[in-house]
């Protein structure tokens, strides 16, 4: 007995990373609330996981095009933007006395309007430029040099987010206007990094995605 149509029929991949892109952003920037130091160097813990939603934002521009993923990248927005929200109206509304642990959620997940926008923007901006020279890098190579759409977009993508996030982070937000460069700088550096370092694992994620996803129609 032959199994149903919409058993047999293969289904796409791209809600699932979609859902994993979105889990990443938001754990990264609960994450950035701690700032991390390690000798003279800076920065803060979103950027332990948030090099990992390029990868994925690779992944989706390259598989299902620049439409697609810019619903990905609103669709990460509008969850940032509601967790933020959340995080401000909860911490807003009154706590019973004997409860001890109102002082600790404000510390780590109060409303700071500066962090909050500089984060937003930055990602609007990062993700929008890499997924958009990704496209237009893969108009001029068709499927050949991936490892050149994969890095340029990153880079350029990833030199935008740094930048727009540090600069309003340090003029409107928390952090000291000295610790610019050095957020800049390393932040920039260590992204781009784990983005090269994850590539061998980027071609084999995108190659078997191409094989099994039955949207998929080579460039």
Same mark, same amino acid.
């Given at each position: 007995?032959?199994?149903?149509?919409? *058993?047999?029929?293969?289904?796409?991949?791209?809600?699932?990373?979609?859902?994993?892109?979105?889990?990443?952003?938001?754990?990264? /920037?609960?994450?950035? @609330?701690?700032?991390?130091?390690?000798?003279?160097? +800076?920065?803060?813990?979103?950027? @332990?996981?948030?090099?990992?939603?390029?990868?994925?934002?690779?992944?989706?521009?390259?598989?299902?095009?620049?439409?697609?993923?810019? =619903?990905?990248?609103?669709?990460?927005?509008?969850?940032?933007?509601?967790?933020?929200? &959340?995080?401000? =109206?909860?911490?807003? =509304?009154?706590?019973?006395?004997?409860?001890?642990?109102?002082?600790?959620?404000? #510390?780590?997940?109060?409303?700071?309007?500066?962090?909050?926008?500089?984060?937003?923007?930055? %990602?609007?901006?990062?993700?929008?430029? /890499?997924?958009w020279v990704l496209v237009k890098i893969k108009e001029r190579t068709k499927e050949g040099?991936?490892?050149?759409?994969?890095?340029?977009?990153? %880079?350029?993508?990833?030199?935008?987010?740094? =930048? *727009?996030?540090?600069?309003?982070? +340090?003029?409107?937000? $928390?952090?000291?206007?000295?610790?610019?460069? #050095?957020?800049?700088? *390393?932040? %920039?550096?260590?992204? &781009?990094?784990?983005? +090269?370092?994850?590539?061998? *694992?980027?071609?084999?994620?995108?190659?078997?995605?191409?094989?099994?996803? $039955?949207? %998929?129609?080579?460039?």
């Amino acid at each position: 007995m032959s199994a149903p149509a919409e *058993v047999r029929q293969r289904t796409s991949f791209y809600p699932i990373i979609v859902a994993v892109f979105c889990g990443l952003l938001l754990i990264s /920037n609960v994450a950035a @609330v701690k700032a991390i130091q390690i000798g003279d160097l +800076t920065f803060d813990g979103g950027a @332990v996981l948030f090099p990992l939603t390029y990868v994925l934002g690779d992944v989706l521009a390259e598989i299902y095009g620049f439409k697609k993923a810019k =619903l990905a990248i609103w669709t990460g927005f509008a969850l940032g933007a509601l967790a933020s929200l &959340c995080f401000w =109206l909860v911490d807003a =509304l009154p706590a019973p006395p004997e409860y001890g642990m109102s002082e600790d959620f404000h #510390n780590v997940l109060g409303f700071v309007p500066g962090i909050v926008l500089a984060s937003l923007a930055a %990602y609007l901006a990062g993700q929008f430029l /890499n997924s958009w020279v990704l496209v237009k890098i893969k108009e001029r190579t068709k499927e050949g040099k991936l490892w050149a759409r994969l890095l340029g977009s990153t %880079y350029a993508g990833q030199l935008v987010d740094t =930048l *727009v996030f540090c600069f309003l982070a +340090t003029t409107i937000g $928390p952090i000291p206007s000295e610790l610019f460069w #050095n957020y800049f700088i *390393v932040g %920039y550096i260590f992204k &781009c990094a784990v983005e +090269t370092i994850m590539l061998p *694992v980027t071609y084999r994620v995108i190659a078997a995605i191409k094989k099994r996803e $039955p949207d %998929y129609r080579p460039a």
